[in-house]
Nanobody, 131 residues
Framework: QLQLVESGGGLVQPGGSLRLSCIAKGFTLDYNVIAWFRQAPGKEREGVSSISWSGDSTNYADSVKGRFTISRDNAKNTVAVYLQMNSLKPEDPAVYYC??????????????????????WGQGTQVTVSS
């Protein structure tokens, strides 16, 4: 059974950096997409970034382009996906979730930013940006 476990959240000053980690266990590597979402209080969950099974293709929300970088390390039955967050802003605080799904379409055609497209979720990790 697939399990997703996030870590790396915390408190950081504006302009600072954090690196989030998502460990996915029990996952088949073929044709899966792993993404990061975030949800701030009173707001809808929004897609932050996603990465294809090979790691060659990525997507980013406009609000984080140039500041966040997603990457992944694939091993047998375990995948690690990272979100390096630099130049954090006051609008970045949220609970950050890792999500995963095996897809049946090419990655470029996948609706990566919709939370409805993912069947597996982690428990979330809190990111706070404050001086």
């Amino acid at each position: 059974q697939l399990q997703l476990v996030e870590s790396g959240g915390g408190l950081v000053q504006p302009g600072g950096s954090l690196r989030l980690s998502c460990i996915a266990k029990g996952f088949t590597l073929d044709y899966n997409v792993i993404a990061w979402f975030r949800q701030a209080p009173g707001k809808e969950r929004e897609g932050v970034s996603s990465i294809s099974w090979s790691g060659d293709s990525t997507n980013y929300a406009d609000s984080v382009k140039g500041r966040f970088t997603i990457s992944r390390d694939n091993a047998k039955n375990t995948v690690a996906v990272y979100l390096q967050m630099n130049s954090l802003k006051p609008e970045d605080p949220a609970v950050y979730y890792c999500a995963a799904q095996t897809i049946q379409v090419p990655y470029r055609d996948y609706g990566w930013a919709s939370s409805y497209e993912y069947g597996y979720w982690g428990q979330g990790t809190q990111v706070t940006v404050s001086s």
